[in-house]
């Protein structure tokens, strides 16, 4: 039941992330920041899964730059 609840939390948070990928899709930004929280004060922090596939398509209409995501190994 864990597994379940696991998975329909990171189905959420997938249609979350399309939601907001057209959002600013429509912004049309030149550049986009993403990191993970490198202050003390212990936001919550999405898989890294999550991170990349939001990386890589933001890629396709910006630039990104990579702040602070532990664990990266992508160039």
Do not use: C
């Not at 939601?19 to 990191?35: C, K, N, Q, T, Y």
């Amino acid at each position: 039941m864990a597994a379940k609840a696991r998975g329909h939390r990171t189905d959420n948070k997938v249609r979350l992330q399309d939601a907001a990928l057209g959002w600013m899709r429509e912004i049309d930004p030149e550049i986009v920041s993403v990191g993970y929280d490198n202050y003390p004060s212990r936001l919550a922090e999405p898989p890294r899964g999550l991170t990349e596939r939001l990386i890589e398509n933001l890629e396709r209409f910006a630039e990104v730059e990579r702040k602070t995501i532990r664990g990266w190994r992508g160039g």
